[in-house]
């Protein structure tokens, strides 16, 4: 009995034409991830991909179907007539999407393997501590080697799968998301008078950060507009910031720390690691209304965009960022 032989590859079978490859389920999908997120920034942050693969994304898909489906503006992101319409069958395959994941959420809930993580050493000992240990009796299968240095660390040599940094200019390759909003300020024992201005604190013996023995020129402003430049004299520096803080509550000086070293941050109270107003030696911020320039104000949360990045360090930095999530400033 003969047999039919098997066509050779292609022959038989009707090729897809380039607008239907485009329009395949996962980029459907991604389309109606899009238009919800509202902003490929935050669809980026969603989706761990950086917005310039967002853009080439949607970019390839409207230049295959020969229609505009976004309407972009500096402001905001919308939906063109064709979008829309295109819209209502992709939240369709987005929602079949989801709930087949659903059915599969145990499974992919059992997280594991190592995680390398990079802090700086006050948000690493004060803030990230207390939440990797949270994290970690969800999922105990999950390990941590930990990098709380103020050292830079070179995320892709070291092989770093998470780094938690002070940065307004996060690398274009890696996904940011700000976890915690932080002002740097003036702390002191309760023994340490209250200041008025920052003038006031020429006179104080101050405790700075990698400072030395020359004058630091700092700037401050007011919570009303106010600003006022001041020459600060260390009376003790060094590259330990916890250390000067111990020296502080001791009442040695004034110490220039970002307040989440110091005062509990609102996530973390309960945790037998946060810091508390009952610990001993407390400090006070000595400059009430005041905060040091440092031209930095949030925490951000590195990764590599997928499929580089881990599904467990995108899982870490969701948590981490949940948790902190009222001291963390809109996204723009």
């Given at each position: 009995m003969s047999t039919k032989p098997s066509p050779p590859p292609g022959v038989g079978r009707r090729r897809q034409t380039a607008a239907e490859e485009a329009l395949d389920a996962n980029a459907l999908?991604?389309?109606?991830?899009?238009?919800?997120?509202?902003?490929?920034?935050?669809?980026?942050?969603?989706?761990?991909?950086?917005?310039?693969?967002?853009?080439?994304?949607?970019?390839?898909?409207?230049?295959?179907?020969?229609?505009?489906?976004?309407?972009?503006?500096?402001?905001?992101?919308?939906?063109?007539?064709?979008?829309?319409?295109?819209?209502?069958?992709?939240?369709?395959?987005?929602?079949?999407?989801?709930?087949?994941?659903?059915?599969?959420?145990?499974?992919?809930?059992?997280?594991?393997?190592?995680?390398?993580?990079?802090?700086?050493?006050?948000?690493?000992?004060?803030?990230?501590?207390?939440?990797?240990?949270?994290?970690?009796?969800?999922?105990?299968?999950?390990?941590?080697?930990?990098?709380?240095?103020?050292?830079?660390?070179?995320?892709?040599?070291?092989?770093?799968?998470?780094?938690?940094?002070?940065?307004?200019k996060p690398p274009e390759t890696w996904v940011a998301q700000p976890v915690l909003r932080f002002e740097v300020r003036a702390y002191g024992a309760e023994s340490q008078s209250l200041r008025q201005t920052p003038q006031d604190l020429a006179s104080a013996p101050m405790l700075l950060l990698g400072q030395g023995e020359e004058p630091f020129a700092s700037q401050w402003q007011h919570e009303d507009g106010r600003r006022e430049d001041v020459a600060l004299q260390a009376s003790a520096w060094g590259s330990d910031l916890d250390g000067l803080i111990a020296l502080a509550r001791h009442g040695a000086g004034v110490v220039v720390a970002p307040d989440f070293c110091v005062e509990p941050v609102a996530a973390l109270q309960g945790d037998a690691v946060a810091p508390t107003s009952a610990s001993p030696n407390p400090l006070r911020n000595v400059l009430p209304g005041w905060q040091l320039q440092v031209g930095l104000d949030t925490v951000q949360a590195l990764t590599l965009p997928l499929p580089a990045g881990s599904e467990t360090a995108r899982a870490l930095v969701r948590f981490v960022r949940d948790a902190l999530l009222p001291r963390v400033s809109p996204p723009g």
């Open positions: 999908e991604l389309f109606a991830r899009i238009a919800q997120a509202g902003s490929f920034a935050q669809a980026a942050r969603d989706l761990g991909l950086t917005r310039a693969a967002i853009s080439r994304r949607i970019a390839a898909i409207e230049a295959a179907v020969g229609l505009t489906l976004f309407a972009r503006s500096t402001r905001s992101l919308g939906l063109t007539e064709a979008g829309r319409r295109l819209h209502t069958r992709a939240r369709a395959v987005r929602e079949a999407a989801e709930s087949a994941r659903l059915a599969l959420r145990h499974t992919r809930d059992q997280l594991d393997g190592t995680l390398r993580i990079s802090a700086t050493a006050g948000f690493g000992r004060h803030v990230l501590a207390p939440l990797l240990a949270r994290f970690q009796a969800r999922h105990p299968a999950v390990r941590y080697e930990l990098f709380f240095t103020d050292r830079r660390v070179d995320l892709l040599r070291e092989g770093i799968d998470i780094a938690f940094r002070m940065t307004s």
